[in-house]
């Protein structure tokens, strides 16, 4: 008897629990009123000016004159005058002449 009375307590309690209440609609917060003054708009970009390239660098130019190396291995003679020029080299392995006109 005390079996059934445990088993019927037992069932009771699980039908209170395992009751399914009525479905409660959730509260909607009532819609917020138009705002009246927007925010401003974002201010423009600022504009960036990009410098123009420099213009291409050219390869120095030799300047006009004379000019006279003398080493162990020999001498190196050059001469540039406006668009001519003449160079000299001796040394022990080398022997050469060379004039150039532009």
């Known amino acids: 008897m005390k079996q059934v009375i445990?088993?019927?307590?037992l069932?009771?309690?699980?039908?209170?629990?395992?009751?399914?209440d009525a479905p409660?609609?959730?509260e909607v917060p009532p819609t917020p009123p138009?705002?009246?003054?927007?925010?401003?708009?974002?201010?423009?970009?600022p504009q960036v000016q990009?410098?123009?390239p420099p213009p291409p660098v050219e390869a120095p130019k030799?300047?006009?004159?004379t000019s006279v190396s003398l080493d162990e291995?020999?001498?190196n003679l050059s001469t540039k005058?406006?668009?001519?020029?003449s160079k000299v080299i001796i040394s022990k392995n080398k022997k050469e002449v060379k004039f150039s006109t532009n």
């Open 6 to 9: 445990l088993t019927m307590g």
């Open 11 to 20: 069932a009771m309690m699980l039908l209170v629990s395992c009751k399914k």
């Open 24 to 26: 409660v609609a959730p």
């Open 34 to 45: 138009p705002v009246e003054n927007p925010a401003p708009p974002s201010p423009p970009k």
């Open 50 to 52: 990009v410098p123009p």
């Open 62 to 65: 030799e300047k006009d004159g």
């Open 73 to 75: 291995n020999g001498v």
């Open 81 to 85: 005058k406006g668009d001519n020029d």
